[in-house]
């Protein structure tokens, strides 16, 4: 065997072994996408939305604001008995869509078939994600015999379920968040003092002083 050959299994020989050692990945949480659906009764009769139905609407608005991805899609029943007073209730409930913070972009419409239906509701959806904590072992091995640099799949993995229950948006496991625009006015504030030699340091008017109240014997 010539040194060169006998050289190149021995890179062969470790790297199959580091590959054999390494040890495995932390348990981490994860997130799966799902479509939410709420159905909003409508009544031929009703003129305007009532207290049960604006309070839903409130609820929706919450929970799109917090974990809502995509648009908000509000379907009328097409061809239902009460259609015209489902379309009166779309154009309320955008309202209060829009005066709960939700931008008229973010509402999109639509319509499903509801041929021979007396009453059909309207239909609210949207997407958001659901966290999925790992699935972690109830019990512990024998830690004291343990070899060196050995890794177990429980560590991490409270930690890792911790965090699945407490997300507020479980998108951001799967996908990081976009930085908002930059203040584009305060950083021409900046500019413009620099350029002038002015400090660019905001300015303090004495309200945010730390000093401690002195307080005298008489």
């Not at 981490?28 to 009532?50: H, I, Q």
């Not at 021979?116 to 659901?130: D, E, K, M």
């Not at 930085?179 to 002038?196: E, I, K, W």
Request: net charge negative; with cysteine; aromatic share 6%.
């Amino acid at each position: 065997m010539t040194l060169i050959r006998f050289m190149i299994l021995a890179v062969i020989g470790l790297a199959a072994t580091a590959c054999a050692s390494a040890p495995p990945e932390l348990p981490r949480a994860s997130a799966v996408p799902e479509t939410v659906r709420v159905a909003m009764d409508v009544n031929p009769m009703d003129n305007g939305l009532n207290w049960s139905q604006i309070a839903l609407i409130e609820t929706i608005a919450t929970e799109y604001k917090s974990r809502g991805h995509g648009p908000l899609v509000i379907s009328y029943p097409q061809n239902a008995g009460n259609a015209e007073a489902a379309i009166q209730a779309i154009a309320e409930a955008r309202t209060r869509l829009y005066a709960h913070g939700l931008d008229w972009q973010q509402i999109a419409g639509g319509a499903y078939e509801a041929t021979g239906r007396t009453q059909a509701p309207v239909l609210f959806s949207f997407n958001r994600y659901q966290a999925v904590a790992p699935d972690c072992d109830q019990g512990w091995p024998d830690l004291t015999t343990a070899a060196p640099g050995r890794r177990r799949s429980n560590f991490g993995c409270a930690t890792a379920a911790n965090l699945a229950a407490m997300v507020a948006d479980p998108r951001d496991l799967e996908t990081p968040r976009t930085m908002d625009a930059p203040d584009t006015g305060r950083r021409q504030t900046v500019l413009d003092n620099y350029r002038q030699g002015v400090p660019t340091a905001a300015t303090s008017n004495g309200s945010d002083s730390g000093a401690v109240s002195e307080v005298t014997d008489n």
